[in-house]
């Protein structure tokens, strides 16, 4: 989850449903995968049991790491640490920076969401967060929107900063050109892709596309 120094092309976070069933869900995955570049799967099963949650990564972070992308698990450090995850992204809400280090250590990657305050986001930095989360950039039918996210603060962001930001809310293939050329590092998708009326491969490849559009590498 980190890039060079300069600008890279920004990458696709895809997210999981909230819901899933192991076996149907690696198909999809497999599929989406199959449309193009993903450099992260983070896994978000909210509300589920323990086992649950363990059974879905025992089942789905193969298929990630077999295809180069890094595998998170959304609010839980202990549970990212039992299927030794790629590392852990947490809420505001959701365990302290510290405390994740501790149980994971630090060849883990540590992501916090940070709604629309490069304040939060500074403040993860400091603690050691490997990349801040900024969002919602549009709405969206994967979660309530609470925290309505600016444009300029992935510019301001990607100007004084070098830790990674995600942005995360309603991303589509039509909109996210937007939060690309203002410096988006990574874009958080969900329920665009597993909604896309002709699937997961079509989505990720109708991102991949627009991404290219709308990116300008440094000079």
Partial sequence: MTNPPGRDRPR?????????????AAQKLEAAFSGGDIACVQLRLKGADDETVLAAARRLMPIAHAHDAAFLINDRADLA??????????????GDIATARNLLGFNKDIGVTCHNSRHLAFDAGDQGADYVAFGAFFPSDTKKIEHQAELETLEIWSEISEIPCVAIGGITAT??????????DFLAISGYVWGHADGPAAAISALNTAIDAAFQPAS
Avoid: F, M, S
């Fill in 81 to 94: 640490k039992a299927c030794d995850a790629d590392g852990v992204h947490l809420g505001q809400k959701d």
């Fill in 12 to 24: 696709i976070y895809l997210i999981t449903p909230d819901h899933l069933e192991p076996d149907a």
């Fill in 175 to 184: 909109n996210c050109g937007d939060l690309v050329r203002a410096g988006a």
